[in-house]
């Protein structure tokens, strides 16, 4: 179906984004994001697609710098001025570049918005999307106390939000998920660890599993997937995995081992919408729910993780809150926002169905790249 498309032209802008509030997990604080924004011109279409990459090699090993560097020096030249049928096509491609998931989901997200375009449909028909509303989380980084804590989620429940993720981190745990359930006894609630303590805290883990949590998201390292099987087995509370997840090779292992009763996936972990689509239909051959994970995207980025929200196996509520829960001004139009029901209304247009503010981006933007 469709034509040919050609990559006629690759832009990459830098555009540094300040967040409303700092983000804090057991890896570091973030609050300004360089944002690594794709763009694949063919004809008079233009695609989109964001890098999740943090400015440190603390989530995964990838930076806003070794993305630039793997998209000038390799992918660029895999993709310009080649021709491809769908994304398929492309996503194989690009796939003889091992690893830099972030930086090739960010390409890939292009092809796909520029392919759905090129069809007159929106994304997440393409992908065989089954709900026009996503349910919206909110994921709550480390405070400087459990009274600023309980003070955001009391904003966040009042915006709407229906379900509360906080972060922990040793020192940073029961006592706060203690007091957070005294204050909020019914709410949706999970934590995430972001891979920061090992088998010796079984017992803690433990604890945490009287307090009704909806999942425990990476709570070991992220290469460990046989010790988070040994905890899975001594707690009813499900275990999420997050960072351990970059492949579907390691979603079998998980799964064929134990580790994880629940996925989150995120396409830039993954490799892209190909691979996130691949990781969501086996899990959902075996009953294993999922769900879509965040980078505190942009709204490009938010576009294409809404998209991947829609599909079947998303049972549970997503990292996915609305552009003002991040920044001040979004680079897309209209913003995504929160419903009165929690949810986020998928955008109808073609492609991610957004309109990206191409004046607002070139402004912002420290850095442009053009190759044509
Ligand atoms: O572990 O899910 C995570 C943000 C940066 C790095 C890792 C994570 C997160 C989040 C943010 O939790 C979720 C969001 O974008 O709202
Ligand atoms: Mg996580």
Known sequence: MGQKLK??????????????????????????????????????????????????????YETVDTAVHIAKEFLVPLVLKQEFNNPTEFYQRISVVRGNNMIKAAFEEAFWDLYAKSLGKPLYVLLGGVRTKIFSGVSIGIKGSIDE????????????????????????????????????????????ANAAYDISYITLFEELDKYNLLMIEQPFHYEDLVDHAYLQKRIGT?????????????AKAAIALGSTRVINIK?????????????HDYAKE???????GGMLESGIGRAHLVALATLPNVRYPNDVSASDRYYHEDIVEPEFKLNKDGTISVPNGPGIGVE????FIEEKAIDIFEWS
């Open 7 to 60: 990559v006629e032209k690759v832009d990459i802008f830098i555009v540094p984004m300040e967040l409303k509030y700092p983000f804090t997990t057991s890896f570091g604080t973030e609050k300004k994001r360089r944002v690594v924004i794709v763009s694949l011109e063919s004809g008079d279409l233009k695609g989109w697609g964001e890098c999740t990459a943090g400015e440190g090699p603390w989530y995964s």
């Open 267 to 279: 396409p830039g972990r993954v490799g892209g919408i190909i691979q996130s689509k691949e990781i």
């Open 238 to 250: 499900p275990i999420c995995l997050d960072e351990s997840i970059h492949s579907i090779h390691l």
């Open 286 to 292: 075996r009953n294993i729910p999922v769900w879509i």
């Open 149 to 192: 804590l309980i003070r955001h989620i009391n904003m966040y429940l009042n915006m709407g939000y229906r379900r509360i993720k906080i972060k922990i981190k040793p020192g940073w745990d029961i006592e706060v998920v203690r007091q957070v359930r005294r204050q909020f006894p019914e709410i949706p609630l999970q934590v995430d």
């Open 356 to 359: 990206v503010k191409e004046e």
